[in-house]
């Protein structure tokens, strides 16, 4: 157990339904983290929260759409996916300093195993 | 972002010490070199971070020549548990992960 919790864990669905990924962290951390990682393909980091604003998009398609309501969870609202879309969606945190670029290790949650049809 | 590059695979039989070679040629002055390590359907895990020299924990060791243009993660005696894919990352801050392809380590019986 790393402290962060994803679910659902499998999720199955259509190219027209709307679903959302849920990660709570339990760590106390104040920045949080969405990964896809597509098989055979590294880690992309998609979007990064920090002090519950987001600071980071990687030129993510807009039918991924993250909420942070505050610092302990996290969700990716999900809307007219593609099939490849289909990936595992990781989920991580980390504790910011903000001063200094002290050491800051992102823990992981265990991930949403998403397949779209 | 300095990329890394490792090798794609390796293969070890239990009890030996594995070393994973990592290059990151482009590393800059203020980056860390960092290793995590990832089982099948997890999360990734942290495993060992290093700015030069070497480090050494309880699962690790991380060996940075004076360059820094290289690293390389040391495992004594690995197990059948430790069949993993291992990352290895150059990062300035802790927003800029980048995940390269990993090597994927098979122990052997």
């Known amino acids: 157990e790393t402290g962060v919790t994803q679910t659902p864990r499998h999720l199955v669905m259509g190219m027209t339904n709307k679903k959302s990924l849920k990660c709570e962290q339990h760590?106390?951390?104040?920045?949080m983290y969405w990964y896809k990682q597509s098989a055979k393909k590294p880690l992309e980091l998609m979007f990064v929260?920090?002090?519950?604003?987001?600071?980071e998009n990687n030129s993510v398609p807009s039918r991924f759409s993250p909420e942070c309501p505050n610092s302990s969870h996290l969700f990716l609202h999900l809307h007219t996916l593609q099939p490849e879309d289909s990936a595992l969606y990781l989920c991580?945190?980390?504790?910011?300093?903000?001063?200094?670029?002290?050491?800051?290790?992102?823990?992981f949650g265990p991930g949403t195993r998403l397949t779209v049809l | 972002l300095a990329k890394t590059t490792q090798p794609i695979s390796m293969d070890s039989y239990e009890g030996q010490e594995v070393n994973i070679t990592c290059s990151h040629n482009?590393?800059?002055?203020?980056?860390?070199i960092t290793w995590y390590q990832q089982f099948p359907s997890q999360g990734p895990r942290f495993i060992i971070q290093?700015?030069?020299t070497k480090v050494t924990n309880e699962v690790a060791s991380l060996f940075i020549p004076a360059d820094r243009k290289s690293s390389t993660l040391s495992l004594p005696r690995v197990s059948l548990s430790d069949t993993a894919v291992y990352y290895c990352?150059?990062?300035?801050?802790?927003?800029?992960?980048?995940f390269g392809t990993g090597t994927r380590l098979t122990v052997i019986p």
């Open positions: 760590l106390g951390h104040n920045a």
């Open positions: 290093g700015y030069k």
């Open positions: 482009n590393i800059a002055t203020n980056d860390y």
């Open positions: 990352l150059v990062r300035t801050g802790a927003n800029n992960l980048f």
């Open positions: 929260y920090s002090l519950e604003e987001r600071v």
């Open positions: 991580a945190s980390s504790q910011e300093s903000f001063r200094d670029d002290t050491f800051n290790e992102q823990f």
